[in-house]
């Protein structure tokens, strides 16, 4: 049996497991990406790849597959897409045509800064397996790993932080604590910042005010159970 013959087999029982009933002609959506993928899987084979070489194609289709740049971005070999002017302080914002999860910024003393919206996530401290992404958050990554030109974005930094709410007026939180990052290669660096949610925006404060709204947001889910019951 040839390597494309098993591929085939292999399919097709997938495709048999996923919709036992499909009629022939009949479109299924499990089915298509498990066929898509076999024809992607002959087209390498026919391309004479030997493992090695099979393993390099395999990574360079992934990094297009997740519009991940293959070389490094430079500003000789990019365009830049203007977005908006901040209202803060009249700054420019331009997205990358290569990688549209990176920015630039135009500061109004020429100031150039970049960003990509991919280079953290957080996870919860009591929730690591829900990710998501926080403008507060991404300010202080930028802060700490400034992203300067050539730029080949890697793995992205790990985001512990950690959020209650203090007043049910404020929504789903209203204190964040920033914890510390872990970088791709394991190394965990303590950030220890605190906000809380203020008029317009969140404020920093300290260890011993985020420790008191924590005892105020154990209070008010005790009040809410006894409540309940």
């Given at each position: ?6 591929a085939?087999?292999e399919?097709a029982?997938?495709?048999k497991r996923e919709?036992?009933d499909?009629k022939e ?10 066929e898509?993928a076999?024809k992607?899987?002959k087209?390498l ?8 070489s099979?393993?390099?194609?395999k990574h ?6 997740d519009?991940?740049?293959l ?21 420019s914002?331009?997205?990358?045509d ?5 920015f ?11 960003s ?7 996870v919860?401290?009591?929730?690591p ?21 050539p730029?080949?974005?890697g ?20 204190t964040?604590?920033?914890l510390?990052a872990?970088?791709p290669?394991?190394?965990?660096i303590?950030?220890?910042r605190y ?10 404060i ?7 709204r ?5 209070r008010?889910?005790?009040v809410?159970?006894?409540?309940d019951?």
């Open positions: 049996m040839s390597l494309v013959d098993w085939e087999r399919v029982l997938a495709c919709n036992p499909r002609g009949e479109f299924d959506y499990g089915c298509a990406c498990y898509s076999l992607a899987f087209s084979c026919e391309d004479g790849h030997s493992g090695f099979i393993s390099m194609t360079i289709l992934n990094q297009l597959i519009k991940r740049p070389t490094p971005i430079r500003e000789d070999n990019v365009d830049w897409r203007f977005c908006y002017t901040k209202d803060d302080d009249g700054s914002v331009y997205r990358c290569r990688m549209s999860s990176l630039k910024t135009i500061h109004p003393d020429g100031t150039v800064t970049y990509d919206n991919n280079s953290y996530y957080c919860d401290v009591g929730n397996n829900a990710s998501y992404h926080s403008w507060l958050v991404a300010r202080i990554i930028e802060e700490m790993f400034p992203i300067t030109m730029y080949l974005p793995n992205p930094v790990k985001v512990v932080c950690e959020d209650f709410l203090t007043d049910p007026r404020n929504g789903a939180f209203d964040r604590g920033i510390y872990v970088k290669d394991g190394e965990k303590q950030i220890a906000f809380k949610k203020a008029e317009c925006d969140f404020v920093e300290s260890v011993d005010e985020y420790e008191e924590r005892k105020m947001a154990m008010r889910m005790t809410n159970e006894n409540t019951e």
